[in-house]
């Protein structure tokens, strides 16, 4: 296993299109977290999955944003109607962490890029 | 709300010790994390913090008080390959989802 691989790496779209990302995840890990970064900022959570159950969801995400992770393997996340607001590099994040256990690191995919024009 | 502040640039010269401050506000928390991000990379995971105290990786070491909502990153021996933002993080629930400061840049100079 190479770590965590995203799909496509770059994307450019018109406004008002739909785009569709792909995440797979390290094989064992049993978390998977989406990500959002603009320039010089730090990431922010979008949402998370523990297996195939998408356990949280961020406020800061409209109704327009939509992730699956069937069968608690790879995971996707749709825009759609994408807004000139929604450019960023959308990064996933997977994790094989149970309760109690220390082990948090988390384990970063090179991201897709997102350009709406 | 959430907060959490670091410096925005930081620069050194080769050979050096640096520290990075993060202070953090937030509702809950389970730990402290500090990743490291290169310019078109992925933020790569440095070192994590859930007790007060220090901890040592190699070059980096990362402290926490929790009393003080305050830790941070040392690098020492720092080498050019170093330049990179450097962001902490704080799992506030659960979840272990990370919230992110906006990271500091440094500079490692000749």
């Known amino acids: 296993d190479t770590g965590v691989s995203q799909n496509p790496r770059h994307k450019i779209t018109k406004r008002g299109q739909n785009v569709t990302f792909r995440c797979d995840p390290i094989s064992e890990h049993n978390r998977l977290y989406w990500y959002r970064q603009t320039l010089g900022q730090g990431p922010e959570f979008l949402t998370y999955f523990q297996n195939e159950a998408q356990l949280e969801k961020s406020r800061l995400l409209s109704d327009r944003f939509s992730a699956e992770r069937p069968k608690g393997s790879f995971s996707t996340l749709e825009i759609q109607r994408t807004e000139q607001g929604d450019s960023a590099m959308y990064l996933c994040?997977?994790?094989?962490?149970?309760?109690?256990?220390?082990?948090?690191?988390?384990?970063f995919g090179p991201g897709t890029r997102l350009t709406v024009l | 709300g959430q907060s959490l502040e670091q410096p925005s640039e930081v620069t050194a010269v080769e050979g050096a010790i640096v520290q990075i401050n993060c202070t953090y506000q937030t509702s809950g928390f389970y730990g402290l994390s500090w990743y490291q991000q290169h310019d078109g990379g992925a933020p790569t995971f440095l070192s994590y913090n859930a007790l007060d105290g220090l901890e040592e990786t190699g070059r980096f070491s990362s402290f926490l008080s929790r009393s003080d909502s305050y830790g941070y990153l040392l690098l020492q021996e720092l080498q050019m390959k170093d330049s990179a933002s450097y962001f902490c993080?704080?799992?506030?629930?659960?979840?272990?989802?990370?919230?992110f400061g906006s990271g500091t840049r440094l500079l490692v100079r000749p």
């Open positions: 993080a704080v799992e506030e629930d659960s979840s272990y989802k990370l919230i």
């Open positions: 994040a997977s994790s094989f962490r149970t309760s109690g256990d220390a082990n948090n690191e988390q384990f």
